[in-house]
Nanobody, 118 residues
Framework: QVQLVESGGGLVQAGGSLRLSCAAS????????MAWYRQAPGKQRELVAT??????????DYAASVKGRFTISRDNAKNTVDLQMNSAKPEDTAVYYC?????????WGKGTLVTVSS
């Protein structure tokens, strides 16, 4: 059983920065890929960033709306996956969810709310 717990959400002004963290129970080495999703009020959940371990390397991919502003990273020693949000925009306001796959089974965190004020 894998549990994912997000933290770091809160209120940030437009143009500011925020760092979200996802702590995984057990070793995250087997959780691959891992990702951050978000869901804004009245909208569908959307993929924000993915990080995949392959051949000993990490590969990150981003939604066009956050590319160049957000950075996803994972630390297998600390069992965490972080999302660094820079140059935040009001449209980044959403509940952010941590996601991972272990042996074809999906796992989700409960989410953390990010509010970007204009």
């Amino acid at each position: 059983q894998v549990q994912l717990v997000e933290s770091g959400g809160g209120l940030v002004q437009a143009g500011g920065s925020l760092r979200l963290s996802c702590a995984a129970s057990g070793s995250i080495f087997s959780i691959n890929p891992m990702a951050w999703y978000r869901q804004a009020p009245g909208k569908q959940r959307e993929l924000v960033a993915t990080i995949t371990s392959r051949g000993g390397r990490q590969f990150a991919d981003y939604a066009a709306s956050v590319k160049g502003r957000f950075t996803i990273s994972r630390d297998n020693a600390k069992n965490t996956v972080d999302l660094q949000m820079n140059s935040a925009k009001p449209e980044d306001t959403a509940v952010y969810y941590c996601y991972g796959i272990v042996r074809a089974i999906d796992y989700w965190g409960k989410g953390t709310l990010v509010t970007v004020s204009s």
